[in-house]
């Protein structure tokens, strides 16, 4: 007669706290009957040093990790997601993002990998822009426009870590940072979070939050660099993707939206079916690096994209409250940085799918608006949901 074993898992529920962060109690949890569990996973939330910045500052690796093994890293230098760790359709884990191992490929970067983008994401042209009347002249550090934010924008600063739980159903990672009146040339001291979730359904929600005390513009989006064969394993030309978007800005050679909203049909930007991102990719100069206009309009919770490889079997949705998303294909990686694990870099070996509000929306009257007044609160979701077929 075949014994029949029955294990009692109690999940183990980690919470870690630092100094100054609000300790949550997480909901109790029931004792769960597994059959034949091989592994006991838990969700947890981890802090460990990440090293020094050039100016002597400590900051911190964190590590959410979910009941399925998905595993994402975080620093508080720039807010950067640093690894994502995600099953294939046999249960092999892979790092699916671009970065570097230590913290000091962070500090030297300027390609912005897993970086949290602010005041301003995307391109402002002639990193000017008039609101109330007055013109706010912002660093100009692409050519003569002001590009994510400035010299030194949102992913160069060191936020401050303000929560870190884990629960039954999530981890969780919120940070903080004042942006102060005139950085970078931005009008109003402005309060800011972001803040990473990994849920037990293999989602990685970003939320931000942010607050002034005078009347200016923000636009925050996470600068992913995904391959969804593994980081540095090859291009990214085979993935199969889908935009709900049937319109564009199309933009002028400073990458700046000329104010047009385009449609995509018949055209190489049409992802409105499955398309593998290489297809057409010839025929768009050095390949995609254009806000597409999302058909939900922005607003509730609406998915933008999906992302499917069919090697691994690997599919990324992106759910966004956001009206655009930049589809970028890594155009200007060219061989010259090696990355994590020693993986080099080249053209296309990554595709970034950064939710936002449209490139140069501050001087573009047709464009959703970006403006934040005193009194109001900016909140802004992307989720990113991972399966395999
Ligand atoms: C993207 C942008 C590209 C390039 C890249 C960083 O968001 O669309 O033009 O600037 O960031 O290298």
Redesign the pocket.
């Known amino acids: 007669m075949k014994t029949r074993f029955l294990v009692n898992i109690v999940l183990v529920v980690t919470v870690v706290c630092m100094p100054g962060c609000k300790k949550k109690t997480p909901a109790p949890t029931e004792p769960q009957a597994k059959p034949e569990a091989k592994e006991a996973r838990v969700m947890s939330a981890n802090e460990e040093s990440f090293g020094k910045t050039s100016e002597g500052r400590e900051v911190n690796l964190y590590t959410l990790t979910n009941t399925n093994g998905l595993r994402a890293k975080i620093t508080n230098y720039g807010a950067i997601l640093v690894s994502l760790e995600v099953p294939d359709r046999d249960g092999n884990l892979a790092d699916i993002t671009l970065g570097f191992d230590a913290l000091d490929g962070y500090l030297k970067m300027?390609?912005?990998f897993g970086a949290t983008?602010g005041r301003y994401?995307?391109?402002i042209g002639k990193a000017k822009f008039v609101l109330d009347g007055v013109e706010y002249e912002l660093a100009a550090n692409?050519g003569e426009n002001h590009?994510?934010g400035g010299i030194k924008g949102f992913d160069k600063v060191v936020w401050k870590p303000e929560d870190l739980w884990a629960n039954d159903n999530e981890a969780l990672l919120k940070m903080s940072y004042i942006s102060e009146d005139d950085e970078e040339g931005y009008p109003g001291n402005l309060a800011c979070t972001v803040t990473y979730t990994l849920t037990k359904d293999d989602e990685l929600k970003i939320n931000y939050e942010a607050q002034t005390d005078k009347t200016t513009v923000v636009n925050l989006t996470n600068?992913s660099y995904f391959n969804l064969a593994g980081q540095g394993t090859g291009d990214i030309l085979g993935h199969e993707l889908t935009l709900n978007a049937d319109k564009y800005t199309p933009v002028d050679e400073g990458?700046i939206p000329t104010g047009e909203i385009r449609s995509v049909k018949d055209s190489p930007m049409d992802f409105t079916l499955p398309m593998s991102i290489g297809s057409r990719i010839k025929q768009v100069g050095d390949g995609y690096?254009h806000n597409y206009v999302l058909n939900s309009g922005g607003g509730a919770l609406a998915l933008a994209a999906r992302a499917y490889e069919p090697t691994s079997g690997r599919i990324m949705e992106i759910y966004t409250t956001e009206p655009g998303v930049?589809l970028?294909t890594g155009?200007?990686l060219d061989g010259s940085l090696t990355g994590k694990a020693g993986k080099v870099y080249k053209k296309h070996y990554a595709f970034?799918l950064?939710t936002q509000h449209f490139?140069d929306s501050p001087n573009k009257p047709n464009f959703p608006s970006v403006v934040l007044h005193p009194g109001q609160k900016y909140t802004t979701e992307t989720v990113h949901k991972f399966s395999t077929r």
Do not use: G, K, M, S
């Open positions: 300027d390609t912005y983008v994401a995307n391109r692409n590009l994510h600068h990458l690096d930049q970028y155009n200007f970034c950064e490139p």
